[in-house]
C-alpha cells in the first residue's frame, strides 16, 4: 500500500476443483480535445450494438442489461475471465481466479429471476487486491509464498460488504508484493507469486502501485471496476497511470479489518475504476462502520452515509472554492502534466468553481526533509502485521511475526531474495527497532500529523475555506495519507506520442509516449461526497480517459459468450 509518491518525485525532479492460478510467466494538446465518438474503442461488430463493450461498460450498462434479460451475470463472469486469460500471459494482472464465480453468478441470476435483488452490484463481478482477505478457495498472499495456503477466519470487512451488495468477488488482482513494504529496489507491481505487473498504454512500462494489477484490470476491462489499498499512494497512483478513477478514502471510512496491513494509522481500501460515478457505486457498497475496526467509528452522524452517487452532480463544480498549492505543484518537473494541469484549472473556472491560488502548504520544506512517516508506518507494521497474522486459523509456514516473514523470504528462492532486497523490514527491525507502543512513536506521529494538519493539507483547508485543493496526481498522495484525508484522481491527460522513453534500474519504462496522468481533489477528513461530486463534473467535461486506447486490448466481448 505504500508508495511514497512525493519523495519518488523529489528524487526523480469457472468451476475447476481448485483455484484457477494464472500463471506469471509469460502529445500533452490530447489533455482533453473535443471528444470524437467515431474514434476506435472496439472491434464493434453490428451485432455487438444490444451489448455494452467491456472496455467501457459502466455498472449502470451491466445492471440495465441483467434486467433486460440481454445477457446473466454468468455471462459477465465467462467474458471477463476469457479477457483476463487472453492479456494476463503479458500483463500478470491477475493472480487467481475465483474458481466459484461461475456458481456465485448463476445463484445471482436465479435470485433476479425469482425478483430478489441484493443491492447496487447484483451479479456485479468485481476483482480484489490480493490483499483483501476472502474466505473462499482463493488465497490471499500479499503475493508473498510465506502466506500461499494461509485461511482466514472470515471474509475481511470489504468482501462481506460486497457480496451483501450482490457483487461476485472474481478474483485477486496482482500487485506489488507486501504492498511495497518489502524492498528498496524492486519495482511497482512485482510480486513473487504473480510476477510483473505491466502497465497496457506502452509496452514494457512501469504500472505504478501498489495496487497495479487492480488499476491496469479496471482500465482493459477485466472485471466491472476493482478494489484497491492505499497506505500512501497505491490507490492514486496506479489509477493516474492507468487512466482511471481511483478514490482514497479517509483513513476509517473503509474497515480494514483482515486486509493484509502496513500502517492503521495511514491503511485505507477504496475502489478503482473506469468512471466517477462507478467508483462511487462501489464506495457506497463498501464503506461504513465494522465492529473489527474501531476506527470506522468515527464516520460522522453516527456511522451514516452520504448518498455518493446522488452527489454525481454536473453542477457541483459551480460556486466550489478550490485551493491552488504553488509550492507543491512547484515539484512537478513533467511540462506536459503542468500545461495539462493549468488547462484543467480553466476547465474548473469555466464550470464555476472559485479558484484560489497559492494555498500553499506552509511546512512543505520540513516535509521533505523528515522522515516521520517512514517511522510511523515501520512502528505500526511490526505490529499490525503480528496482529493480522494471529488471526489466521492456518498458517502453513507457521509465520508469527515481521522477523518469521524475513527468515522465510531469504531462504525461499522464489522470493527472489536478494535479488530483490528486504530493506525495508531490515530498517525497521534493526535500525529503527521500535514500535507504536513506544513513546518515540507519539513524537513522530504527532509531527506528521503537523506536516498534514496546520502545515499542509488541513491547514490549507481551513484557512483559506476550500471545498478541495487540485493538484496533479503523481505529487498528491503523501500531503493526504499523513492524516488520512481522502484523495480522488481522475484522468487529466496523456504523455505525448513522441516523448523519450525513460527505463528503471530493472528495465521497466518509468516515462515515454501516451502514458496517462491524472488531477486529484484533496479534501477533508469525511468529505468524500464533496470530492466525488467536483470530480465528476470534472471528468464530465473532459472525458479523457476516452482520448487514447491501451496498445494491447482483450478483444472479448458479450456477444461472444452469449448461451457459452
Known sequence: MAVNI???????????????????QGDDDLAFPAFHPSFPRSNCLADQEKFPLLLDATIDDLMVGMEGGQFTSVDLVTAYVKRIEEVNGTLHVVTEINPDAQAIAADLDAERSAGFIRGPLHGIPILLKNNIATKDRTDTTAGSY?????????DSAIASKLRAAGAVILGKANLSQWAYYRSKNSTSGWSALGGQVLGPYFPNTDPSGSSSGSGVASTLGLAAACIGTETDGSIVSPSSRNGIVGIKPT???TSRNLVIPISEHQDTIGPMARTVKDAAIVLQAIAGVDPYDNYTSAIPNNGSLPDY??????????????????????LVADK?????????????????AIIIDNTNFTAIKELLKSDVETKVLNADFLVNLASYLALLTKTPNGVTNLADVRKFTQSFPLEDWPDRDTAVWDEALFKQGWNNTDPRFWVAYQRALYYGGEGGLLGAIDRYRLDAIVTPTDLTSTFAAIVGAPIVTVPLGFSPPDAPVVRNRRGLVSAGPNIPFGISFMGAKFTEAKLIGLAYAFEQRTKVRDQRQ???????ELVDVIGY
Open 550 to 556: 491501451p496498445y494491447i486490448l482483450p478483444t472479448t
Open 251 to 253: 483513513v476509517g471510512l
Open 309 to 330: 452517487v446522488a452527489a454525481c452532480k454536473l453542477s457541483a463544480l459551480f460556486g466550489s472554492r478550490i485551493g491552488i498549492p504553488r509550492n507543491a505543484i512547484a
Open 146 to 154: 510465506v502466506l500461499l495456503g494461509a485461511k482466514v477466519p472470515r
Open 6 to 24: 512525493l519523495l519518488w518525485l523529489v528524487i526523480l525532479l469457472v468451476g475447476s476443483v481448485e483455484p484457477h492460478y494464472l500463471s506469471s
Open 336 to 352: 506536459s502534466q503542468l500545461a495539462a494541469f493549468e488547462r484543467g484549472i480553466a476547465v474548473l473556472e469555466t464550470a464555476g
